[in-house]
């Protein structure tokens, strides 16, 4: 929807195709963060960007999507969860943002009454949030009213490629004639590119998420630390979730790709839970049009635990809701941001492994920009599709 957003203002026609609706999946069911904090070196310019993009897309739509900059919070109990920070550290600074440790004292005056289990943490105080339920309808809302098409319940099934160059898409209602073509479809990628002669290696992660009750001020942006995350809502509750628990769902199309996973799987054992598959991700894009995994009773329950456990002004307040998402990860943690060559036309944004409701506008800009053959200023090397099979070691990013 980004990118849509930046290639309509530039003045060229657009069609989204949304094989079930706007928003029906991960657009709508992350945990609302728009952070620079703890970011990948090569996603944090990037995303920086994005904080100027998300004020101008909030100044823009009718909705109020809730966009507020009032800070990312790290928790930590000890040094040693503290130096876990040190590599983003070591870097941050150089791109001028505003992060930086604080101690306990500190943390008093940002979070009140901040459970004595935490000692220290770190901090970037113009970091932001928003409402993924709104934001994205809202902006979908506009880009119609500007003259571009939204189309919901309608599966593109194949990208139509003549002598390796781009001519259209054949969708479930019919044809499209494009000279450009971007896939942007989450978890359900790696089965449209197949079609397109292309490997993307790739996972389905669920995780899960809740809403409080209308609740005390306890901080009043995004915190995580000692296996809970909360962020404050527009409507006066938190999104919650625990930070340490994800199952993964490896499908017979998927067995191909475990190896390329490794890596990742190693480092994140003691959290990815392996489940048996509870919904159809395949190439048949019509049989599951919405992924809509139902959060387990036990999750939910562990969340409630931890929040009333680390923060006891939460104790008496409601969950209301609990729903989960399926996240779209990649061996390496970081996005597709490319073209996919050899195939003239084709271009790919995809894999943000849980990270992509923040850096998405500029990460649609970026895609535009590409789109246009217009210079991208950023150095995308770190995106490019060819990293899957052109021999190169992957870099693990942050965790999902």
Known sequence: MSAAWYLNKAGLRVVVCEKGIVAGEQSSRNWGWIRQQGRDQAELPIVMESMRLWQDIADEVETDIGYQREGSLYL???????????????????????????????????????????????FTP??????????????????????AHVVENCAVEQVII????????????????ASSVLCAGGAWSTFLLKGCGIRLPQLTVKASVARTAPAPLKFNGNA????????????????????????????????????????????????LKLRMPEL???????????????????????????????????KDVELVEAWSGMIDALPDVVPVLDRADPIDGLFISTGFSGHGFGIGPAAGKVMADLVQNNEVKYDLTRFRLARFGDGSKLELGPAI
């Open 280 to 314: 159809t991700v395949d190439n048949n894009f019509k049989r599951q049009r919405i992924l809509n995994p139902i959060p387990s009773a036990a999750t939910i329950a562990r969340i409630k635990a931890r929040l009333t456990d680390r923060v006891p002004a939460f």
């Open 162 to 177: 003549e002598n390796q160059k781009v001519t259209g898409v054949l969708t479930e209602h019919g044809e499209i004639k």
């Open 224 to 271: 995580s630390g000692s296996k809970i995350s909360f962020r404050r809502r527009l409507d006066g509750g938190y999104t919650v979730a625990s930070s340490d628990y994800l199952e993964i769902f490896p499908s017979t199309s998927h067995v191909a790709f475990m190896r390329d996973f490794l890596p990742l799987i190693r480092t994140s054992f003691a959290k």
């Open 76 to 122: 930590c109990e000890n040094d040693e969860e503290l130096a876990r920070h040190e590599r983003f550290m070591s870097f941050a600074p150089a791109y001028g943002l505003a992060t930086d440790y604080v101690n306990r004292k500190q943390l008093e005056s940002l979070m009140p009454e901040c459970p004595e289990r935490w000692q220290s943490g770190l």
């Open 126 to 147: 113009d970091d932001g949030r928003a409402e993924p339920s709104l934001a994205v309808p809202a902006m979908a809302k506009t880009l119609v009213a500007r003259g």
